[in-house]
């Protein structure tokens, strides 16, 4: 074991010498060199961290794209749900939503107030009873009630627009209660 | 082309053809579109159309006397004797044997020839003879002229020679029909007009199924002035015939457009936010009465057509609709349903004040008023049943004229004789036709689409 004193003496001695051998020290190719190879040595560290950095980011990138791409099949998955069940139905000369539809617009709207950039057009139609321009008041009636209901959901105003078809676009001819029912909607259409 | 196939006489057609290949070369056609009269055929007068006499060799393109026929049986006010009861085909006056007529309950007999004067030209003789007046002056009257005793052949009620083109023949037939109609009535005749509808075909073979049509008031003659991939809506026709204001969804929104139908040119005069709809001339034809929801709900507006400028005439949450003018251009007729249910009421453009019309039924919509503006035509719902109804405007009495199905859109000829309107026949919207008095009825059947809409154009000559 060393005392104190020694390790003390020790540690001044020490860098002592070692200046003492340098500046009896190296020729200027040892310098050289000595200089080459440490700038080589952090070029390889930084082409080491830039690898390394580079990798991490198209992880990331591909990671993001995945991400996006999950999204976006969500997103269109979701839509294509909604769009299969976007219609409707009305009672005979009345324009308000029937209660059995609003978990269908509540969905609707959820997806509207998540994809804020996402706008629909709500179209009003009617059975073919009562006169054209009655069911094109009628008609846009409905569209606007759907319009409503999707607005108190959420759904910002900028992202609806109504028309009413009236009577003109019926989804079954004829004039049966089955016609007229089928006719009597409003439709959700995805822009 | 279009024969007309009467429902009641099918076998007599057959006879009546052969009849007439006596007296005519005459193609026949083949039947696109077939009439079914549906009522009121005895309550018509008798009167004998005899085939017109042909003088020539070519072979021509319509039969004169067979469409003056078919208009007098259309106006519902007359029966035409049909050609295998006649007793004789006389020519001319001298021809005729007023006995043989009388005897079959005829008092009033149209005679004729077209005899070919050239090349495409045809000089056209007719005399409408009262068979009674001849039977009692044995043909011969004597009547003073400036104090001489002369004599007259006063049973002729009139008599006309016209050299007339080939490809005139139809328009000549209804200009007859026209002097008939007035010389025995009173009333002008509205044989030549013409009516604007939408046609719809089918919406999954065809690419532009909505069509906007005009033709003959018999739907004779159809021309398609615009095809469309979205609805066409509402024709109605300026007070000159020249024009159609009709609403277009072809921008995916109702607008209102104007359209000559000679040139073919078109403008859009609407593009409000919500519904342009409803288009309708005022009588001098300088305005347009209108729909537009663009402050919330449907209100009836007034656009000046030069200037363009809106009048607003109503202001109420219900909807207002259907705006029609009276014949005086002073107030607008309208649907609303600021009573509940939809009703007719009358708006003064003077002085705004408004008054509820109708009160019979659930629901009275579409109303117009006749060209002597005397009745109301309406669509009435009663008992969930759809029917064209006309309503005194003194006494209030209203009437339900039809029995068709799901009655809509009802527009009045310009003489106030008849009425057009929609029906829907084997589950298609197709055109009927019902006289004023409702005794007269008849309906089309079209096999190649939907016809809805339907408008009456004003007198044209």
């Not at chain 2, 009121?40 to 003088?55: D, M, N, Q, T």
């Not at chain 2, 021309?223 to 024709?235: F, I, V, W």
């Not at chain 2, 005069?269 to 519904?275: A, H, V």
């Not at chain 2, 449907?298 to 030069?306: K, R, S, T, V």
């Amino acid at each position: 074991m060393l005392n104190k004193n020694a390790l003390k003496t020790l540690l001044i001695v020490v860098p002592l010498v070692t200046l003492a051998a340098c500046k009896s020290g190296p020729t200027d190719a040892e310098l050289e060199a000595e200089a080459n190879s440490q700038a080589e040595a952090a070029a390889q560290q930084v082409a080491d961290a830039k690898a390394v950095a580079d990798a991490e980011t198209k992880r990331v990138d591909v990671a993001k794209a995945d991400a996006l791409q999950k999204a976006k099949d969500m997103f269109e998955n979701e839509k294509a749900t909604l769009v299969a069940q976007n219609v409707v139905y009305f009672d005979f000369d009345q324009a308000s939503v029937k209660s059995d539809f609003h978990s269908v617009l509540d969905m609707h709207a959820a997806f509207l107030v998540k994809n804020a950039g996402q706008s629909i057009v709500v179209e009003g139609h009617c059975d073919n009873r009562g006169t054209p321009e009655y069911n094109i008041a009628l008609g846009e009636r409905r569209a606007q009630s759907v319009e409503t209901y999707l607005m108190n959901a959420g759904v910002s105003s900028s992202q609806v627009s109504v028309v009413s078809y009236g009577e003109e676009k019926p989804a079954v001819q004829g004039g049966s209660e089955y016609a007229f029912a089928q006719n009597r909607r409003g439709i959700v259409v995805y822009q | 082309m279009t024969t007309w196939i009467f429902k009641f006489s099918s076998k007599q057609v057959t006879i009546a053809a052969v009849v007439a290949l006596l007296f005519f070369n005459f193609q026949l056609k083949a039947a696109t579109n077939e009439i079914i009269i549906t009522g009121g055929i005895e309550s018509a007068r008798p009167i004998g159309v005899v085939p017109f006499k042909y003088l020539g060799n070519t072979i021509l393109a319509e039969n004169l006397s067979e469409v003056v026929a078919s208009d007098l049986q259309r106006s519902g006010k007359f029966n035409p004797l049909k050609l295998s009861l006649m007793p004789q085909f006389p020519t001319t006056d001298t021809e005729i044997n007023y006995a043989a007529w009388a005897q079959k309950g005829i008092d009033m007999v149209l005679v004729g020839s077209v005899e070919s004067t050239g090349l495409n030209q045809f000089l056209v003789t007719f005399e409408l003879v009262d068979v009674l007046r001849a039977q009692a002056t044995g043909g011969q009257a004597k009547t003073l002229v400036n104090g001489k005793l002369v004599m007259t052949r006063d049973h002729v009620i009139e008599k006309r020679t016209k050299t007339i083109n080939g490809s005139d023949f139809r328009q000549y037939a209804h200009i007859i029909s026209d002097i008939v109609y007035e010389k025995l009535t009173g009333q002008r005749g509205a044989f030549l007009t013409r009516i604007a509808y939408i046609k719809v075909l089918d919406r999954d073979t065809n690419l532009k199924p909505f069509r906007l049509v005009i033709a003959d008031y018999d739907n004779i003659n159809p021309t398609t002035l615009l095809s469309s991939p979205e609805p066409l809506m509402s024709p109605t026709w300026s007070p000159d015939g020249n024009t159609l204001a009709y609403v277009s969804f072809e921008n995916k929104r109702s607008q209102i457009y104007l359209q000559d139908i000679y040139t073919t040119s078109r403008t859009r005069l609407t593009d409000f936010p919500g519904i342009n709809g409803a288009p309708r001339f005022s009588p001098d034809g300088k305005k347009l009465a209108m729909v537009l929801s663009k402050d919330g709900n449907p209100e009836i507006y007034i656009m000046d057509l030069q200037t363009r400028n809106l009048t607003r005439v109503t202001r109420n949450r219900a909807i207002d609709t259907e705006p029609s003018w009276t014949p005086d251009g002073k107030s607008l007729i309208f649907t609303s349903e600021r009573g509940g249910k939809p009703q007719i009421y009358q708006v003064n453009l003077v002085t705004n004040r408004k008054s509820r019309l109708t009160f019979e039924g659930e629901m009275n919509l579409g109303g117009a008023v006749t060209p002597d503006n005397s009745q109301l035509v309406i669509v009435n719902r009663t008992r969930g049943d759809y029917h064209i109804a006309k309503q005194d405007l003194k006494n209030g009495d209203m009437l339900v004229l039809t029995s068709t199905y799901l009655d809509e859109s009802p527009s009045i000829s310009p003489n106030g004789s008849m009425i057009i309107y929609s029906v829907l026949e084997n589950g298609k919207p197709a055109l009927a036709w019902v006289s004023l008095d409702g005794r007269f009825s008849f309906k089309e059947t079209v096999a190649d689409g939907e016809v809805k809409s339907p408008s009456w154009s004003p007198f044209l000559l």
